[in-house]
């Protein structure tokens, strides 16, 4: 049995080096994303184009316009003196946002009068504007004298604190994400498009003639597709060692074991979509669709599941590699063990039993 | 110009015989741009918050109260010692944790600044660090409520997005994401159908010119993209309710250059693909992804560094976004949007030349 299996694997390694463009396509994508997230994209708001109209022209004026500068947050590409230069600088996008000083501003702060400061900013990115205003507040507020107004008691410092990722990296964040889904998206569409190719040219009757048996055929046809995931899988975690400093902070065994666990699950999905499809271009969509999708924005890679609606939060449930991404997270970034994680590998078992059960019973019936 | 009609008419009638085409075309994408619609979304709403109360005074027991009754956090656990976060923060169950530490109202009353502590959750970036913007904020208030006044306020002016709805952003980029993929893949895999058939051979000893082989083909799919407009746009706009201020036609207009590139795009793939299925793969993979990550779609821009915001000025989507955030938020027109739309014109006719240029060497 094992050596039919065997041969069934060499054989499948063999097509697949036939097809170097696929191949390419499928193992080149993971390191360009991982490259991308590395390099290019964050939610780290900077640069923040900026502008300054100063009805005041005092000195205090311009210090707290300096101090905005001077935040390294903030990038003044205008200075004046008349507020209807906004608009259309806001419409063209060439500033996010702008400060407002009075004509009172200076004599206000002599006379230790409350005065207020007007900050416009450009809202249609909502999350960039909210930190923006974030660091509009901070800034005000480490400038601004403070009084006491009633005999009570003093203001309330916060002594913010960063755990995991003290410095915020995105790549940290996103690197467990990214395996989840170069996991997923190979195993499954290269599952499903090799299987669904022997039906498509009619090998499938070839190989039914020998004496495999449905199960075999099963593990040797998924097994090459489970080592170059892991390959690719370890690879992505040394480039995210190497390149952004992510470390792996929990035992390597349960991060193995549970990428295991998630791989039966995803080549198990393969298989489904294989038997449901009877043509490479519906199983491509139909892996596409099943897989790439829901775990690109159901999952929690990107976007958190706590803000979506309550009936979406509910169908994430059915998008295994969400499980996958709250336990890598926990073991990759946070060195928790399995009595942090456990429901979650307990979810992905599940999970694989239903789906291998399902699409061995399913293949049985086919052959 | 008959001939020119013919292949069009048989393009079109390609299309209407495929009974799996209608579906993609019409309810992939708006099953995409609902999900999206509700997924894609950044706002952190009511982030899970841990309290330790080591205090456990009146003073102490009104910021906790402060930070229970704000819109922002949803207390999840109160526990008696900071050892107690680390499950909690481990397993998710908390993102923030706060602690007021003993002594706090005794601070106070003296007069001293009193400190809370806040241990965010870095490894949801995004949640630990508007988290900690967040509490930032309920503890201003606090102190403010409590006696101490800053001389200086701010007063925000949110122009264009006024409730800060991260939804009116991301939808119309959504829209340009739709008309990329379909447009682009379905243009690809025409071409490449007709050489994987073979019927590519019966087309060249025709009398058309490659010239009108291209334009044969891509014209059909460029009604395919407006009918996507039409398609998503009623969803976009009474569904998801994201104000249009602009003028529907300029927003059109603006989508013929955009589709120009898009089509171009399609026709360089189906000369690098023989088979659909490396169509497909090349589309989704090599130019559907990286477009989308490095467009602005979810990323802002000028958060890349250097070398990758040179490298956006080469993707189509980055005009289109301005474009489509320009004419739906900002209600802007071509007097401020000409820039994208001459950027994505010139764009699409050096796609399309090049595009055309291997095309030729394909079939000669």
């Known amino acids: 049995m094992v050596r039919r299996t065997l041969a069934i694997a060499i054989k499948e390694l063999l097509q697949l080096r036939r097809d170097p463009r696929t191949t390419l396509a499928l193992f080149g994508m993971p390191i360009v994303m991982l490259l991308l997230y590395g390099y290019a994209l964050s939610f780290d708001v900077q640069h923040i184009r900026f502008a300054v109209v100063d009805h005041d022209g005092t000195r205090a004026g311009r210090e707290v316009a300096d101090s905005f500068v001077r935040s390294g947050y903030f990038d003044l590409v205008f200075h004046g003196n008349d507020v209807r230069v906004l608009d259309p600088l806001f419409d063209a996008g060439r500033i996010q946002a702008a400060l407002v000083i009075p004509a009172t501003y200076g004599a206000d702060l002599a006379a230790r009068r409350a005065t207020t400061l007007q900050f416009v900013l450009d809202g249609s990115d909502s999350q960039t504007a909210t930190t923006i205003l974030g660091y509009a507040r901070q800034v005000v507020a480490s400038v601004s004298p403070k009084v006491r107004t009633g005999t009570r008691d003093a203001a309330v410092a916060p002594v913010p604190l960063v755990w995991y990722n003290p410095d915020l990296s995105s790549a940290r964040f996103l690197v467990p994400g990214l395996l989840a889904f170069i996991l997923m998206v190979t195993s499954v569409i290269a599952t499903a498009l090799a299987v669904v190719r022997e039906k498509e040219r009619g090998t499938m009757e070839s190989l039914r003639a020998t004496p495999l048996v449905a199960f075999e055929l099963l593990i040797g046809k998924t097994l090459p597709y489970l080592l170059l995931a892991s390959g690719a899988a370890a690879g992505a975690l040394v480039i995210a060692r190497l390149l952004f400093d992510v470390h792996v902070r929990g035992s390597l065994f349960w991060l193995a074991a549970v990428t295991l666990l998630f791989l039966a699950v995803s080549l198990g999905w393969g298989i489904l979509v294989s038997t449901v499809a009877e043509t490479q271009q519906v199983a491509f969509q139909l892996g596409l669709l099943s897989s790439m999708l829901p775990t690109f924005i159901l999952s929690g890679f990107i976007f958190p599941i706590s803000s979506m609606p309550p009936a979406l939060q509910v169908i994430t449930h059915v998008v295994p590699a969400r499980y996958f991404l709250v336990a890598l997270r926990e073991i990759i970034l946070k060195g928790a063990g399995p009595e942090v994680w456990w429901n979650q590998a307990v979810g992905l078992l599940i999970y694989g039993v239903a789906v291998l059960g399902l699409a061995t019973i399913r293949t049985v019936r086919s052959l | ?364």
């Open chain 2, 1 to 364: 110009m008959r001939t020119l009609l013919n292949i069009l008419i048989k393009e079109l009638l390609q299309l209407k015989r495929d009974p799996k085409i209608l579906p993609i075309l019409f309810m992939a994408p708006v099953i995409q741009l609902t999900l999206l619609g509700y997924a894609a979304t950044t706002d952190i709403k009511r982030v899970e918050l841990a309290v330790c109360d080591l205090d456990r005074t009146a003073a102490s027991r009104q910021v906790v109260d402060r930070f229970t009754s704000s819109k922002y956090f949803r207390v999840t656990a109160t526990v008696d010692s900071q050892e107690q976060f680390t499950p909690l923060l481990q397993s998710g169950k908390a993102r923030v944790a706060l602690t007021i530490p003993a002594g706090f109202e005794a601070e106070r009353s003296a007069g001293r600044p009193a400190r809370v502590q806040l241990v965010a959750d870095g490894a949801d970036a995004m949640s630990g660090t508007i988290g900690l913007a967040y509490a930032a904020t309920v503890l201003q208030d606090a102190s403010v409520a409590a006696g101490t006044l800053p001389l200086v306020n701010l007063r925000p002016t949110v122009l264009y997005n006024p409730d800060l709805v991260s939804r009116n952003y991301m939808v119309p980029g959504i829209l340009g994401l739709i008309i990329m993929i379909m447009t682009m893949m379905l243009t690809a895999m025409a071409v490449v159908r007709e050489s994987e058939l073979g019927t590519m051979e019966q087309l060249l000893v025709t009398p058309l010119t490659p010239g009108q082989l291209i334009v044969g083909k891509l014209v059909p799919y460029a009604l395919v993209g407006l009918v996507e407009v039409f398609t998503v746009l009623p969803v976009v706009l009474f569904w998801f309710k994201v104000p249009l201020r602009g003028s529907f036609l300029t927003l059109l207009l603006l989508t013929l250059p955009y589709m120009l590139c898009t089509l171009g795009l399609g026709l360089f793939i189906s000369t690098l693909a023989q088979t659909q299925q490396q169509a497909m793969m090349l589309s989704a993979f090599v130019f559907i992804l990286p477009q989308m990550l490095l467009s602005g779609f979810a990323f802002p821009i000028q958060n890349m560094p250097a070398f990758f915001r040179a490298v956006t000025y080469l993707v189509p989507l980055r005009y289109y976004l301005v474009i489509l955030r320009g004419v739906f938020l900002k209600g802007v027109g071509l007097s401020v949007l000409w820039p994208q739309a001459l950027a994505l014109l010139v764009m699409g006719m050096a796609i399309l030349g090049l595009a055309r240029l291997r095309f030729r060497r394909r079939l000669g």
